[in-house]
DNA sequence: TAAAATCATTGACATTTATCAATAGTTTTT
DNA sequence: AAAAACTATTGATAAATGTCAATGATTTTA
């Protein structure tokens, strides 16, 4: 749906109708059905995606089969592979559906395009981007700071939603422990 | 000193003499002597912060006194607080000089506003702010993914001047290990 | 609706890692 | 030059976490 990313925009910068068209003439409108792929391993990644409705995962899988969680996506939230974009090499990592999903597509040349006319487009982006560097910093200190069990409630708080959104075993995967860990921290929470 | 940041820029963008030298005119040369704070915990952070010279850390110090560092900045390298930039809010980090260091200060609002009226200085954050991010993600995928061993093999393997620099016990503190893990990791490995 | 897949939990056990303490070598400071 | 501080290593032990397997509940699929 583009009204979704039409508001998603017009709450954050003010812009003119005529620019927000142009913005939207250039959005490949994708849909995907539950445990479709919109990137797999080894596929360079091109795209900036805009999720419009639904919800995703980012998760790279290794050597002995386990998936590792980069990111959830939900709804407004934008996601992707920003190394495979930008050095245009093989992406790591797989990003899947976890529900029916709508997500809006912008190539790399036309998302730069607009980015280079669209001043308020180009700010918009880069304090996203800085938000998202900000967010990537608190998980790296979660990660080296905290232990399992403070990295779980962590996430809760920080998360809500998506904690009640994706099964219990994916919050593992995300803060990098194993699922029969999670739950018995969770069991032993209950006790106390 | 001065040229090395000019130095730095040009190299980076194609820039007018006069942008350069006023983006210079707004630096603060800080001097700082091995063991000095550059940033305390509590305090706001309120500056962009460029490492001309020397070599500094950006650590937390958790309950039990542990330490946890976030990040290393070697000359040509940024460091500060995003996140106590952006929100004004106390600092939950120290950056401290582990070398002799000379640093070039921007105030929040003149850097904000050298990106405003500079377009190229303007595109040459955002390329920096992007590849950070870049990096960030990926030392997240390190610490949800990989062994102990693995993130020391990385680590080396990624920053091996930076490796060389510090004692192993921060490398152990950075990747999220105790220091007689590490060692241990390292004599095991010997044994091969 | 029956079968299959997914999910969370639990037990048993192995492995990894942290903690505490001691030591010795090195570097820094006085 | 001596003292102090820092650093890396090692041993002993405890704690945390992972792995494998089984179970039952729930959800999804056919």
Redesign the interface.
């Known amino acids: 749906m583009l009204e979704v990313f039409k508001k998603y925009i017009t709450d954050k910068v003010s812009i003119s109708e005529d620019e927000l068209n142009e913005i939207l003439s250039y959005a490949i409108l994708k849909k995907l059905r539950k445990r479709q792929f919109l990137l797999q391993e080894g596929d360079v990644w091109r795209y900036n995606a805009f999720v419009s409705s639904g919800f995703l995962r980012k998760f ?1 899988v ?1 050597d002995k089969g ?1 998936e ?3 990111s959830f996506s939900p709804e407004n939230y934008w996601t992707g592979d ?2 495979s974009l ?1 050095n245009e090499t093989p992406s ?1 990592f797989n990003i899947e559906a976890l529900e029916n999903s709508e997500i809006l597509l912008f190539k790399k040349e036309d998302f730069e395009m607009l980015c280079r006319k669209i001043h308020v487009f180009n700010n918009m982006v ?1 304090n996203i ?2 938000r ?3 967010t ?6 979660s ?3 905290l232990s399992s069990e403070e990295k779980y409630n962590n996430f809760v708080l920080k998360f809500p939603s998506i904690a009640n959104r994706v099964p219990q075993h994916m919050i593992a ?4 422990i194993s699922p029969e860990t999670l739950s018995r921290i969770r069991s032993q929470a209950n006790k106390k």
Do not use: W
């Open positions: 790279s290794d386990t590792h969680i980069m920003r190394e930008v790591k880069n981007l800085h998202s560097f900000i990537s910093q608190s998980r790296i200190h990660s080296i700071s995967s995300y803060i990098g």
